[in-house]
């Protein structure tokens, strides 16, 4: 049973199996990305209603844009529907979309989407969904390398002022920033055993759950059951 007094104040999620998922049932690629937008909309909800604060989700990584063209294009539309017609919802369901990663490169139409919806949401108080998106975590803290090290240069940051702290502020959760605290739990579908560049340092201490369902078929009973399993885990830090 799921208790609710020790929820994860941050879920992040690996949607993978999208693909083999259209694969099984002969379909398109594109198909699965589909249906993997339903699932993620009802883990969105989900989410808020177990009452977690953070949730981040991969979306699209720094690698996958070695995928065909097509299949790039789909997925970007697929995001562009999905904001424009979810957004009334999150908005009365008081979410606020963040976005993790450098989205300026991503097709316009989506990135103006995307753009509206990180607007109308930015002062809600509820549920902070993080989609992370063109997302890379050695990107990610190449980023933060080299912001602080325009710090050190202009002389405002000092190299021994440079704290974990102070990277982890520079980082795309940090507090310049989405400003999440680190994930609990990291969820991965599809029975892949590697975290593929996501969250690497701030998967530093996370519980690590591995479900065989691919994403298009995880529901909210598999989401409750990784929770379950995360409960179960005794979480040390080293100390002990
Ligand atoms: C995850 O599903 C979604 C993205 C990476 C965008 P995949 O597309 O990786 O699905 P598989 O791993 O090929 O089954
Ligand atoms: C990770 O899945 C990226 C997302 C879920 C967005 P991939 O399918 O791209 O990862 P690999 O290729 O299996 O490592
Ligand atoms: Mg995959």
Redesign the pocket.
């Known amino acids: 049973m799921l208790d609710k007094n020790r929820m994860p104040r941050h879920v992040a999620i690996i949607m ?2 999208n ?1 083999r998922w259209a694969k099984k049932k002969n379909l398109p690629r594109v198909a699965g990305h589909n249906a993997g937008m339903k699932t993620m909309k009802k883990i969105v909800d989900h989410s808020d209603k177990l009452g977690i604060k953070y949730l981040t989700v991969y979306a699209f990584s720094t690698e996958n844009w070695k995928r065909s063209a097509a299949e790039v294009t789909g997925i970007f539309k697929l995001l562009v529907t999905y904001v424009n017609s979810e957004l009334k919802e999150l908005i009365d369901n008081n979410v606020k979309v963040t976005v993790l990663g450098d989205y300026s490169q991503i097709p316009q139409d989506a990135k103006k989407s995307l753009e509206k919806t990180l607007r109308e949401t930015r002062d809600n108080t509820g549920l902070q969904f993080n989609i992370a998106l063109n997302y890379g975590g050695r990107d990610e803290i190449r980023r933060a390398v080299r912001a602080i090290g325009e710090k050190v240069r202009d002389g405002s940051l000092l190299p021994e002022e440079i704290t974990e702290d102070v990277i982890g502020e520079h980082l795309f959760t940090g507090r310049l920033h989405a400003d999440a605290p680190d994930p609990e739990l990291v969820i991965r579908t ?1 029975g892949e055993l590697r975290l593929s560049n996501f969250l690497l340092w701030q998967s530093a201490y996370s519980e690590l759950v591995f479900s065989n369902v691919l994403w298009p078929d995880f529901s909210p009973e598999e989401y409750e059951k990784a929770i379950e399993e995360y409960q179960s885990r005794d979480r040390r830090f080293g100390g002990r």
């Open positions: 993978d199996g693909g599809s």
